[in-house]
């Protein structure tokens, strides 16, 4: 009898421990100064890109359309109505150009997508395969693998086939999890021999909220309220397909890992000692991340979603919640259906309650009852949306170590963009923002954060979304407007270097060296950019000049051999 009290209150203090050690820390923020440290020997450094933004080749070779290719073709959706019809000419170019600027970065990974249309032109995988989409992707692996790069593969980075946005409605159709299945069990069957580290899909948070509650980006519905929700379901459920697919007939001969990529900005509590604060903050994270984060980690919606979606629809008079609920069965069937947790992060909020009427209208943004607010002083040198914030790099890092037991995480996406329409390679701003959040990161995993791996977003400037080419994230400037869309290095090319060289920031004053350097190259690189019209234009000359020195020697030749007839005879 008194060993099993004894067993009870030693169980009960165990778990209490447990408990204790596993809450996140709202209410303590100190990030302190910067820290000098290396990374573990082993971790991955890398930079990522995706198929739609930079492949171009739009209707090349057999390819399918997409709801991008869709989107970007109808006027007045994209900034300046551009398209992504060639945008870096990547189709052509990746094999070789991009894999020498890969080597030329020393990266160990390269993150890429592969378009669902190029190798399967109407989604559909039994009404046909296109051996030219499977070819080219085939080979980019294989010049990654011959040049030593890891790639890591992302099935889904948003272009959906058209033909199944029209037939099914896209994500609003439970169909979608057997034709994605099918696809994605295509990749693993050709390529998943080289392929080991595999992406289900990239940023489901932004397929859902701004392709079916906004419409700001395709297929384009602003369904408010209702289709993130239900296209954010059917994308669970696909991804646990997927995973269990790998598992079941992949992974013993493969031997590779299925993960998700997850995206999410860091929500503060403005005050720190308030409660509401607090909650508020936390709503704003599990409406973000924990979306998708808890089904796949402890098996269903976070319990505030369900609560707030819950009671706004009850208010709205519906009869049941607008946020779809997991049976028993498709719970466990979710859980734990994730070898790793790809991270992509770019910036912080400040986050307040703030009450919304149920009468507003149904909406995933007030669903949440809060605000989100910026501190002015905090640098904004790109998106409107990106202010840099390296402290929250950490803090949404130990909240995932926290909330998920502490998972395997790769970041898959970090970078800031700049919208200067104007050529700048000197791109400071950039240099600041990937030393600060790297540096965050570096305490985040000495705060015991399981991250193996890190990818600069992105390798190139490409086609952003609805807005365009106007805002670029590339460490590499892509010169849009000449036709063989030729790449020339930022500053930042340099800077990453030495990070990825030392393996993180061994000393002040090395660290303190790296600056001037980056900055000396990207002056030159400058010069030879402002060169660059006299360039054409002495090509320009050349081609004139050549033949007419060339014709001018035969004359002269002749002159000469004339001349030597002559005195001969
Ligand atoms: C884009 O297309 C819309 C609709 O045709 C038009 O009103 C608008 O002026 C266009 N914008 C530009 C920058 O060409
Ligand atoms: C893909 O590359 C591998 C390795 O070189 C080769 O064995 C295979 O036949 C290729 N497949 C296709 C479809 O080109
Ligand atoms: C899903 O697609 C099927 C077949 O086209 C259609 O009958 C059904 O209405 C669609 N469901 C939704 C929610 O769009
Ligand atoms: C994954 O596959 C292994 C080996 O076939 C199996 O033992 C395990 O139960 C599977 N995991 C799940 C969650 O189905
Ligand atoms: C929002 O509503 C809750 C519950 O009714 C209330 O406790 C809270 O004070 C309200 N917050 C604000 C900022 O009005």
């Given at each position: 009898?008194?060993?099993?009290?004894?067993?009870?209150?030693?169980?009960?203090?165990?778990?209490l421990c447990?408990?204790?050690?596993?809450?996140?820390?709202?209410?303590?923020?100190?990030?302190g100064?910067?820290?000098?440290?290396?990374?573990?020997?082993g971790?991955?450094w890398?930079?990522?890109?995706?198929?739609?933004?930079?492949?171009?080749?739009?209707?090349?070779d057999?390819?399918?359309?997409?709801?991008?290719?869709?989107?970007?073709?109808?006027?007045?959706?994209v900034?300046?109505?551009?398209?992504?019809?060639?945008?870096?000419?990547g189709?052509?170019k990746?094999?070789?150009?991009?894999?020498?600027?890969?080597?030329?970065?020393?990266?160990?990974?390269?993150?890429?997508?592969?378009?669902?249309?190029?190798?399967?032109p109407?989604g559909?995988?039994?009404?046909?395969?296109?051996?030219?989409?499977?070819?080219?992707?085939?080979?980019?692996?294989?010049?990654?693998?011959?040049?030593k790069?890891?790639?890591?593969?992302?099935?889904?980075?948003?272009?959906?086939?058209?033909?199944?946005?029209?037939?099914?409605?896209?994500w609003?159709?439970?169909?979608?999890?057997?034709?994605?299945?099918?696809?994605?069990?295509l990749?693993?069957?050709?390529?998943?021999?080289?392929?080991?580290?595999?992406?289900?899909?990239?940023?489901?948070w932004?397929?859902?909220?701004?392709?079916?509650?906004?419409?700001?980006h395709?297929?384009?519905?602003?369904?408010?309220?209702?289709?993130a929700?239900?296209?954010?379901?059917?994308?669970?459920?696909?991804?646990?397909?997927?995973?269990?697919?790998?598992?079941?007939?992949?992974?013993?001969k493969?031997?590779?890992m299925?993960?998700i990529?997850?995206?999410?900005?860091?929500?503060?509590?403005?005050?720190?000692?308030?409660?509401?604060?607090?909650?508020a903050?936390?709503?704003?994270?599990?409406?973000?991340?924990?979306?998708?984060?808890?089904?796949?980690?402890?098996?269903?919606?976070?319990?505030v979603?369900?609560?707030?979606?819950?009671?706004?629809?009850?208010?709205?008079?519906?009869?049941?919640?607008?946020?779809?609920?997991?049976?028993?069965?498709?719970?466990?069937?979710?859980?734990?259906?994730?070898d790793?947790?790809?991270?992509?992060h770019?910036?912080?909020r400040?986050?307040?309650?703030?009450?919304?009427?149920?009468?507003?209208?149904?909406?995933?943004?007030?669903?949440?009852?809060?605000?989100e607010?910026?501190?002015?002083?905090?640098?904004?040198?790109?998106?409107?949306?990106?202010?840099?914030?390296?402290?929250?790099?950490?803090?949404?890092?130990?909240?995932?170590k926290?909330?998920?037991?502490?998972?395997?995480?790769?970041?898959?996406?970090?970078?800031v963009?700049?919208?200067?329409?104007?050529?700048?390679l000197?791109?400071?701003?950039?240099?600041?923002?990937?030393?600060?959040?790297i540096?965050?990161?570096?305490?985040?995993?000495?705060?015991?954060?399981?991250?193996?791996?890190?990818?600069?977003?992105?390798?190139?400037?490409?086609?952003?979304?609805?807005k365009?080419?106007?805002?670029?994230?590339?460490l590499?400037?892509?010169?849009?407007?000449?036709?063989?869309?030729?790449?020339?290095?930022?500053?930042?090319?340099?800077?990453?270097?030495?990070?990825?060289?030392?393996?993180?920031?061994?000393?002040?004053?090395?660290?303190?060296?790296?600056?001037q350097?980056a900055i000396?190259?990207?002056?030159?690189?400058?010069?030879?950019?402002?060169?660059?019209?006299?360039?054409?234009?002495?090509?320009?000359?050349?081609?004139?000049?050549v033949?007419?020195?060339?014709?001018?020697?035969?004359?002269?030749?002749a002159?000469?051999?004339?001349?030597?007839?002559?005195?001969h005879?």
């Open positions: 009898m008194k060993t099993y009290v004894l067993r009870v209150w030693y169980v009960h203090v165990l778990v447990l408990n204790a050690a596993e809450d996140f820390q709202w209410t303590k923020n100190n990030p100064s910067f820290y000098y440290g290396t990374f573990p020997t971790f991955l890398g930079v990522g890109s995706s198929a739609f933004q930079t492949e171009g080749a739009w209707d090349k057999g390819k399918g359309p997409s709801i991008w290719d869709t989107f970007t073709h109808k006027k007045g959706k900034f300046m109505n551009e398209t992504a019809d060639s945008s870096c000419e189709y052509y990746v094999k070789q150009d991009d894999i020498q600027l890969l080597k030329e970065l020393k990266v160990n990974h390269y993150l890429l997508s592969i378009s669902w249309p190029r190798i399967i109407t559909i995988k039994k009404e046909q395969v296109n051996e030219k989409g499977i070819k080219f992707y085939n080979d980019t692996i294989n010049s990654l693998l011959e040049n790069i890891i790639p890591i593969v992302t099935l889904y980075h948003w272009d959906l086939p058209q033909v199944l946005q029209e037939k099914y409605g896209g609003q159709n439970i169909s979608m999890i057997s034709y994605f299945n099918d696809y994605a069990n990749c693993f069957e050709k390529f998943g021999d080289r392929v080991k580290y595999w992406i289900t899909f990239n940023n489901p932004a397929i859902a909220e701004e392709g079916y509650e906004t419409g700001e395709a297929p384009g519905l602003k369904l408010s309220g209702v289709g929700y239900k296209a954010a379901h059917h994308i669970i459920k696909t991804h646990a397909k997927v995973w269990h697919s790998y598992n079941k007939t992949w992974r013993s493969q031997q590779g299925v993960g990529s997850l995206t999410s900005a860091w929500g503060e509590p403005v005050d720190l000692t308030s409660q509401k604060d607090i909650e903050a936390e709503r704003y994270v599990q409406f973000y991340l924990g979306w998708f984060a808890n089904p796949i980690y402890s098996g269903d919606y976070p319990e979603m369900k609560n707030y979606v819950g009671r706004k629809s009850a208010q709205q008079g519906l009869g049941t919640s607008r946020l779809p609920s997991f049976s028993v069965q498709e719970k466990s069937y979710i859980k734990g259906t994730s790793f947790l790809g991270i992509s770019f910036t912080t400040y986050i307040i309650e703030k009450n919304y009427s149920a009468f507003q209208g149904p909406s995933y943004h007030t669903d949440r009852d809060l605000a607010l910026v501190d002015p002083k905090w640098p904004d040198p790109g998106s409107k949306w990106l202010y840099s914030v390296p402290w929250g790099f950490r803090r949404l890092l130990n909240f995932v926290t909330q998920y037991g502490n998972p395997l995480i790769y970041i898959t996406e970090n970078g963009s700049e919208k200067l329409q104007c050529i700048q000197c791109d400071e701003w950039r240099m600041d923002y990937l030393k600060g959040y540096n965050e990161l570096l305490k985040a995993i000495n705060d015991g954060v399981n991250v193996k791996g890190y990818t600069v977003w992105s390798l190139l400037d490409k086609f952003e979304w609805n365009g080419y106007s805002e670029r994230f590339g590499y400037h892509v010169d849009f407007k000449k036709g063989n869309k030729p790449r020339y290095p930022k500053a930042s090319v340099q800077y990453y270097k030495m990070i990825i060289n030392a393996n993180g920031f061994p000393n002040p004053r090395e660290v303190k060296s790296w600056h350097k000396e190259t990207c002056s030159i690189t400058n010069q030879l950019l402002a060169a660059d019209p006299l360039t054409s234009h002495m090509e320009m000359v050349t081609e004139i000049v033949p007419t020195v060339f014709t001018l020697c035969i004359l002269i030749s002159i000469l051999l004339m001349f030597l007839l002559r005195k005879n």
